[in-house]
């Protein structure tokens, strides 16, 4: 999650997958006025962009099987 938020914007803890293999986070480094959604591999460091445009008010949380993240938030 290398610059996920700035170093002093501690909002939201990463969320890890069931099965530790990913990481969800929020992060702003696409757009500095959105919160947006992103996961990491573990493994590899692979980043992708999931969300676009939002101002998030949770932390992200998988389902059980690891197919969804679930987050509370408004689109901009």
Known sequence: TRDAMANDDYRYEPSWSPDG???A???NK???????VWT??????QEM????SLMVMSTPRWSPDGK?????G???
């Open 49 to 52: 962009q999931l969300s676009s």
């Open 40 to 45: 990491v591999d573990v493994a590899s460091g």
């Open 30 to 36: 696409a757009n500095y006025w959105h919160d947006d």
């Open 74 to 76: 408004n689109k901009k």
């Open 21 to 23: 293999k990913t990481i």
């Open 68 to 72: 969804t993240i679930a987050v509370m």
């Open 25 to 27: 986070y929020f992060s």
